[in-house]
């Protein structure tokens, strides 16, 4: 069994819970971060330099940064599906998890942050519909991609459903205005009958 320091309602802790479902992975979860604290706690520091979250415990081994959990996981406890060690297959995961982070996360996490972590009256109306269009814009080149396609890096789900199917969960619960994207809604109802996605990441954003 491995332990993950986080809490459950973070994007990059709900990466590793879905994962760990996927490759039948028992765990311990420990709420850690945002409202529980200890980020700064010295022996939790020493786990991980960053404070951040997640952090997985694996007998002797620590691992953090959330893609690098993905990655470990796949190697440790049979994940080829997941992450294929063929070096073409492996960049079509890829790509899609680097793409998750440099393009679509600085839009998403703008409007997280707005509507769920700022009163009303303190909120950037200018800022969150320059994100909103921002994300419009990305989740159109997945809505061109998706097309005939079952999921990102073809037919089975891979590490990069993971990421990505998270936010578009988010996306289409953000109370905002959004176009009618069929492909994109499409691929999030498939990822919507994993078990792992209804454990873990349906259900209230926060």
Request: hydrophobic share 40%; charged share 25%.
């Amino acid at each position: 069994m491995i332990r993950i320091w986080g809490r459950s309602t973070s994007l990059n802790v709900q990466k590793v819970l879905w994962l760990c479902v996927e490759l039948g992975v028992k765990f311990e979860r420990i709420d850690w971060a945002g409202p529980f604290g200890g980020n700064d706690d010295p022996a939790y520091l020493a786990k991980n330099p960053n404070g951040r979250v997640p952090t997985i415990e694996d007998g002797d081994k620590i691992v953090w940064e959330s893609n690098s959990i993905l990655r470990y996981l796949c190697a440790a406890y049979g994940g080829a599906r997941l992450h294929p060690p063929e070096p073409y297959r492996r960049s079509e995961v890829e790509r899609w998890m680097d793409w998750q982070l440099a393009s679509l996360n600085p839009s998403m996490t703008t409007m997280l942050l707005g509507y769920y972590r700022t009163p009303t009256e303190k909120r950037d109306a200018a800022a969150l519909e320059a994100a909103r269009k921002e994300a419009i814009r990305w989740w159109s080149i997945v809505e061109r991609f998706m097309a005939g396609r079952r999921y990102l890096a073809g037919d089975e789900l891979t590490l990069a459903d993971i990421g990505n199917g998270i936010l578009v969960h988010r996306w289409h619960n953000y109370p905002i205005e959004r176009p009618e994207l069929p492909n994109l809604k499409a691929w999030y109802e498939r990822l919507c009958e994993r078990e792992g996605f209804r454990a873990h990441i349906l259900g209230p954003i926060a």
